[in-house]
């Protein structure tokens, strides 16, 4: 798989090169058209199998003027360090990239994987973003 040259440290660049393994193999084998609870829960597997750890529907507060508006769940916070966002739709749209990053914001990680399971390749549905 090509590595993209990056700011990040080779840490987290090695902790992203390993979890799009495990989503790759998750697509192998299941292929796409099925739900996105289905991706993210075989996702989770794989991780799991890798000895990644990750913690699923990782809330973050979101503020406004200091007061706590809402506290919004993450898809996978992995390692800490890494969120991913999981979609299972027939593309990927504008919004779910403005999505993607306002969730980065709230969470104040540096680096997310935003990956659509529902494409014949999934490096084709595979958007990193990074603040």
């Known amino acids: 798989m090509l590595r993209v040259p990056t700011e990040l440290d080779s840490l987290l660049e090695d902790l992203i090169h ?3 393994g495990c989503c790759i193999e998750v697509h192998r084998r299941l292929g796409p058209g099925l739900l996105e609870l289905i991706y993210q829960r075989a996702v989770e597997i794989e991780l799991e199998v890798a000895g990644i750890k990750f913690e699923r529907d990782k809330p973050f ?37 403005a999505q993607t990053l306002s969730s980065l914001r709230v969470s104040k990680l540096k680096v997310a994987l935003l990956i659509n399971f529902n494409v014949a390749l999934l490096p084709d549905g595979i958007k990193r973003k990074v603040l």
Do not use: C, F, N, S
Request: charged residues 30%.
């Open 18 to 20: 390993r979890t799009i």
């Open 61 to 97: 507060p979101v503020m406004y003027r200091e007061r706590l508006l809402y506290t919004h769940k993450l898809d996978l916070v992995v390692e800490g360090r890494l969120m991913i966002e999981l979609k299972a739709v027939e593309r990927l749209h504008p919004v779910h990239d």
